[in-house]
């Protein structure tokens, strides 16, 4: 007879379905990281669609058009690369200054769609990303990131309007909030 009567872990993670990826979908890509080597070159994990050498893309929000000039995946040079391949991907077109942490490298007919802001006073959260500091009986305006959520908190958040292209993308279904410390990625 079993000591526990639930599955090992090693059932548990070969019953997980991973959902599918889009190899014939838009190109998508969050740019987690950048940095300047003869060229502007951006980090990210591939979402969704491929990327091949030459290519033409968006970088978004700015809009701003680019050319790939090299891809590299492992540090190894690739012609080709599908999603779920964490990718280094030279470019042309733009500057390092130019690129942001959260920006997202996309095909230029399937660009994403920007969304307006909506700012909102919350008082109860699961799980708390930024809190508002109170001095002095005013709000002080700098933020702080919060890496163990707290509760009995008030804060500011933006959020998107459901109207936002995420459900025409499988894998881009969450929000990441990055910095140089952590990263939160809410499913």
């Not at 079993?2 to 090693?10: D, K, M, S, T």
């Not at 994990?45 to 891809?71: F, H, R, W, Y």
Request: proline share 6%; hydrophobic share 40%; aromatic share 6%.
């Amino acid at each position: 007879m079993p000591l526990v009567e639930w599955p090992c872990l090693f059932e548990v993670l070969d019953a997980v379905e991973i959902a599918p990826r889009d190899l014939k979908g838009p190109s998508r890509m969050p740019i987690i990281d950048k940095f300047k080597d003869m060229g502007t070159v951006v980090m990210g994990k591939v979402e969704s669609g491929t990327m091949c050498e030459g290519d033409s893309l968006l970088v978004m929000p700015n809009k701003a058009q680019v050319k790939v000039l090299a891809i590299y995946c492992d540090e190894d040079k690739a012609i080709r690369a599908g999603p779920g391949e964490n990718l280094q991907v030279k470019l042309s077109g733009i500057e390092e200054e130019d690129v942001l942490s959260g920006f997202v490298l996309c095909s230029v007919g399937e660009q994403l769609d920007l969304c307006m802001r909506d700012s909102q006073i919350l008082h109860n959260l699961e799980g708390l990303l930024f809190e508002l500091k109170e001095k002095q009986l005013q709000w002080e305006k700098s933020w702080t990131f919060l890496q163990v959520p707290v509760h009995k908190k008030v804060l500011l958040l933006e959020v998107c309007p459901p109207d936002s292209p995420y459900e025409r993308v499988l894998k881009l279904q969450h929000t990441g909030i990055l910095n140089e410390v952590a990263a939160l990625t809410i499913y």
